[in-house]
């Protein structure tokens, strides 16, 4: 609740976090934004969007197949799809500014999402009537290397791991979270890790020989 002001080279502003407001009409030119869309823009999937208070909120809310529950042909995957609520207890700051903690789709549960609804999509394609592949956030794991310095022997990064991505308080009681994978750490080492991973993924992204064969 105090204001404080401190010095810095760059910084990021962040806007509110919404979808970018398409609007959609069927057929016969109604407007069916709502049954498509949540309030906050992002497409609905195959959540459990029912309001309910922080306590009742389950791991199972949650979308596995990232379909949209009225047209089957549409899916939305990371930063796309509407979250069932936030992930953690929404709070505030003593002076009233709302501290509520979105659901983090970065890279790697977006590429994961990505990957499994592009397999579902590939065997309805090939005949399935339903999604055949699943990836819930709260059974996947998460990885976030941020540098904190770039010289190859001075630099820094701080390394962390978080899983559930989600909370999962039913399997996980204390934090929701399973510790011994869900951890942190700032170095060198880290710092080199990001350097190789920078590389490998521009490799990747450039389709050169063997990328298929690299891991994700
Ligand atoms: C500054 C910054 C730093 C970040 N750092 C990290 C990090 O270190 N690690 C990490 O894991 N995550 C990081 N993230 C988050 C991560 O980049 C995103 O969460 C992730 O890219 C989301 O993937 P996505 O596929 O859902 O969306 P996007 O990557 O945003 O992809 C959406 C794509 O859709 C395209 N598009 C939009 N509208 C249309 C249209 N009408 N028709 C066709 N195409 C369209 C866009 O051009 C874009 O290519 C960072 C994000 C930002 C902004």
Redesign the pocket.
Known sequence: GEMHEIDYDFS?LIPPFAG?GLEAFDKDGKDITDKLFAPNKFLKVDADYTPRPFEEWSAADWPKTYQNPSYKNLFA????FAPPHLISKPMSSPNGTPINPTPP????P?AAM?KTVAKSIRDMIDGASEPTHEASMSEMG?A???STGSHIFKGSAATMTVYPVVPDYDKYPEYGRDLSLTFGEIGLAGHWMKYILHHAFIYQAKMKPGWTVMPD
Do not use: E, F, Q
């Open positions: 990021m970018v995957v990371g930063i796309a789709r970065t890279g790697m977006s990505g998460a976030c290397v941020v």
